[in-house]
């Protein structure tokens, strides 16, 4: 049913009855008709069926870590970067070529095994069913298989070669019904796509769409909270007479990688500079948000000569937040001598409501 081409298969009705099954799918639906067995000698025994101890099973079995990788896949990247190094050697194809439907337009988001020159003309190409393979099967849903460029030409007298390719798979990703892009494989020399190879492709494309969708949303997501983030923090540090002052940003959380640690060097006198780092409870835009008005009420009470305490309680009197903001102290230093400055008792790191 999967490969929409005829297939047969005979199955024992108990108690010693037994049938042959024809089945004729096509994008309506399937026609099955059923007929008493009536062929000399047994029925194929299951080690005799076309599937089986052929390279279907070593397919279905090398395909398994996929599936199983596709669901711990975040970014778009991650999704193209485990269908080339598990899909291309299963299934013996040499390019591959990954994109997203955007508008009317079907931008690249990866690939491999093509030149560059190959993808700028790939890169963009209409959803007009009528204009190329990939976009009619996007259009039906279903996938296409061309053996060699002769079938290809066939089926698209009016569609230029545009690689040295010589076979091809095009495999609409859609998830809810709803297209979300294409897959392409690509062959160097004519292939002959089996029924085994039809049977796990059109599946494996529904796998890939479900993983390349959720991982459009956290690109989507990142770029958003990663942007306003950035635009949050201080594009400039002040120059300071007699200091050199330098920033550097490194999140050390997993996934996202942003939310609502921010830093800050405030021009107080022409000789007096503070100094802010902070961290705001979380890793997504609320925390992003968060910390630009913990950033700004800081900034506002230090310039006004707020002392430091003053500062952290007019921004937690101002702000009322329902998130931690965490105001860290360094502790004394270990080893100081007794009546070393050093040595004054100086709060813990702590983790206050502002």
């Given at each position: 049913?999967s490969?929409r081409?005829?297939?047969t298969?005979?199955?024992l009705?108990?108690p ?6 024809q089945l004729y799918?096509?994008?309506s639906?399937i ?6 067995h009536?062929?000399?000698?047994a029925?194929?025994r ?5 599937y ?7 397919g279905?079995?090398r395909?398994?870590?996929?599936a ?15 269908v080339?190094d598990?899909?291309l ?6 390019g591959l070529?990954?994109?997203?439907v955007?508008?009317d ?5 990866g690939?491999c ?8 003309q790939?890169d963009?190409l209409?959803?007009d ?10 259009s039906?849903g ?5 053996a ?9 007298p ?6 040295d390719k010589?076979a ?9 019904g709803?297209?979300?892009g294409?897959?392409l ?9 089996t029924t085994?190879?039809?049977s796990?492709?059109?599946p494996?494309?529904?796998l890939?769409?479900?993983a ?7 690109d989507?997501?990142?770029g958003?909270?990663?942007?306003l983030?950035?635009t949050?923090?201080?594009?400039a540090?002040p ?5 050199d ?8 959380s997993?996934?996202i ?11 107080l006198?022409?000789?007096e500079?503070?100094?802010v780092i ?17 950033r700004?009420?800081v900034?506002?009470?230090a ?6 305490d003053?500062?952290l309680?007019?921004?937690d ?6 998130r931690f ?15 070393d400055?050093r ?6 790191p ?5």
């Amino acid at each position: 049913m999967s490969s929409r081409e005829p297939s047969t298969l005979t199955a024992l009705r108990p108690p010693d009855r037994w049938l042959d099954f024809q089945l004729y799918p096509d994008e309506s639906g399937i026609i099955l008709l059923i007929a008493p067995h009536t062929a000399e000698g047994a029925p194929p025994r299951p080690a005799d069926l076309p599937y089986a101890g052929t390279a279907f099973d070593a397919g279905v079995y090398r395909l398994m870590p996929l599936a199983a990788a596709l669901t711990e896949t975040v970014r778009v990247q991650d999704v193209v970067d485990r269908v080339a190094d598990q899909v291309l050697p299963t299934f013996g194809a040499q390019g591959l070529i990954m994109a997203t439907v955007e508008a009317d337009r079907m931008p690249v988001v990866g690939h491999c095994g093509f030149g560059q020159e190959v993808i700028e003309q790939l890169d963009g190409l209409p959803t007009d069913a009528g204009l190329s393979p990939v976009a009619r099967s996007l259009s039906v849903g279903t996938a296409a298989f061309f053996a060699d460029r002769a079938e290809l030409a066939r089926a698209y007298p009016e569609t230029p070669p545009v690689s040295d390719k010589q076979a091809w798979a095009f495999l609409p990703l859609v998830t809810s019904g709803r297209p979300i892009g294409y897959c392409l494989l690509a062959y160097d020399r004519p292939h002959a796509f089996t029924t085994a190879e039809r049977s796990l492709l059109t599946p494996l494309a529904g796998l890939i769409a479900q993983a390349l969708d959720r991982a459009r949303l956290y690109d989507a997501e990142h770029g958003l909270v990663h942007a306003l983030q950035q635009t949050l923090l201080p594009q400039a540090l002040p120059t300071v007479a007699g200091l050199d002052v330098a920033a550097r940003y490194l999140p050390s959380s997993h996934g996202i990688d942003i939310g609502g640690d921010f830093y800050d060097l405030i021009r107080l006198t022409n000789t007096e500079i503070a100094a802010v780092i902070g961290d705001v409870q979380g890793h997504d835009a609320t925390a992003a948000a968060l910390m630009g008005q913990v950033r700004t009420a800081v900034h506002s009470h230090a310039t006004a000569g707020a002392p430091p305490d003053q500062v952290l309680a007019r921004t937690d009197r101002d702000l009322a937040a329902s998130r931690f903001v965490s105001c860290p102290l360094r502790p004394p230093r270990p080893g100081s001598p007794p009546g070393d400055p050093r040595q004054r008792r100086a709060p813990a790191p702590t983790a206050a409501p502002l």
